[in-house]
């Protein structure tokens, strides 16, 4: 269902105490994820599936009102020097759907309201999207967003050889990779 006025109190509320619980926990960083149709995206971000009339809809600026407004209460809410990641999906992949121009749009904005990097991947908002998957083929975007917005990015997806990886960050394409799939099937990856 659509999530309304309580609910959008209610679920910035939940982001921020379990910042303040992970803060207590000893976690380093704090990460909101805000892509591959996780509420901010679905619900909100995007206007494919946005039909709402009220202020979280419509404009970019409505639609990216809920999680501007989560990551302030964030920010608020942990240690000034604590790191501050959001994640986003650059782009849907289809020519009507969220794009790279939106994305540094958000990133500027994002960075303006705190956060310290953007993990930058795509796609996984709409099915059967014509993604073409290849060795770094989300690299371009990460570099995109560092390049015109100043904000710190990763680069995810299908990095799988060490070298790879380190040509990333020496070339200055992003700041850090993000790794999961390839530590899943080789823990020992970072040796190499």
Known sequence: RRM???DIRNVRK??????????????????CYAGHGMT????????R?????????GTFAN?????????EAVRKAIPT?????VRISATDWVDDGWN????????????????????????????????KATPGFQVPFATAIRTETGIMTTAVGLI?????????IQTGEADAVFMAREFLRNPRFPLY
């Open 14 to 31: 939940w982001h921020r105490e379990a910042a303040l619980r992970a803060k207590r926990a000893g976690f380093d960083i704090i990460y």
């Open 63 to 71: 639609r990216t009102r809920f999680l501007l407004e989560t990551v």
């Open 81 to 85: 020097g604590t790191p501050l990641f």
């Open 4 to 6: 309304d006025k309580e």
């Open 160 to 168: 799988t050889e060490p070298e790879q990886a380190d040509h990333i």
């Open 49 to 57: 599936y946005n039909d709402r009339t009220d202020e979280y809809g």
């Open 40 to 47: 901010a995206a679905i619900q909100f971000i995007l206007k």
């Open 100 to 131: 790279l121009i939106d994305s540094v749009e958000l990133c500027t904005q994002l960075k303006a309201h705190g956060v310290d990097l953007v993990d930058v991947s795509t796609g996984g908002n709409v099915h059967n999207a014509p993604i």
